[in-house]
């Protein structure tokens, strides 16, 4: 008995394509996502955006118009916080011949990946969002954009060479 090879192949090239849409549609959507963090649109799904303020790069090899992978800046609620502690050990530090020097609290910052720099000084400010609550921070730059489109044009590729094979069967 002897059956016919179509029935087998066609059966897993169904299989096939409609797995090539799933995954296609998968990163698309990562694609998607990637997309909208890095232009600011993530304010609109949810996603916590904030702008920071005495940004700080550490990085001297900038060239014009690069991005600079690690930067660190002070939220608006930070730099308020950070101002009061700066103002107290300030006061303190007049009364140390007395008391003993203070013991200064943490100055807090937060690290944010791939901001857009000039090559010269740091950006006065950055706007980034963050993804996952207490995650990391993304600026919204045309590298985190240019990263996103990657997946999601194969994603949108691939979903569709599924789409065309379903249809082809």
């Known amino acids: 008995m002897s059956g016919s090879g179509t029935g ?3 059966g ?3 299989l096939k394509g409609v797995s090539l849409v799933v995954g296609g549609a998968l990163l698309f959507a990562l694609g998607l996502g990637v997309v909208v963090t890095g ?3 993530s304010g609109a799904l949810g996603m916590r955006v904030e702008t920071f ?5 550490h990085d001297t ?4 118009g690069q991005t600079v992978r690690h ?5 608006a609620a930070q730099q308020r916080a950070n101002e009061a502690e700066r103002d107290l050990v300030a006061r303190e530090m007049l009364r140390a011949h007395v008391d003993g020097v203070p013991r200064s609290e943490e100055i807090s910052r937060s690290r ?3 901001a857009d720099h000039d090559g010269r000084t740091d950006p006065a400010t950055v706007t980034a969002t963050q993804v996952f609550d207490g995650g990391r921070w993304y600026a919204h730059s045309s590298t985190v954009v240019g990263y996103g489109m990657i997946p999601l044009l194969m994603g949108a ?4 060479w599924g789409g065309y094979r379903l249809r082809k069967r």
């Not at 090899?61 to 014009?64: H, P």
């Not at 930067?71 to 939220?75: I, K, N, P």
């Not at 590729?157 to 569709?160: K, L």
């Open 39 to 41: 232009t600011g649109l």
């Open 112 to 114: 944010i990946l791939f």
């Open 61 to 64: 090899r900038t060239k014009k």
């Open 157 to 160: 590729g691939t979903a569709a």
């Open 12 to 14: 897993r090239g169904r």
């Open 71 to 75: 930067c660190f800046g002070e939220s």
């Open 8 to 10: 087998r192949t066609g």
């Open 53 to 57: 303020g005495r940004i700080d790069c």
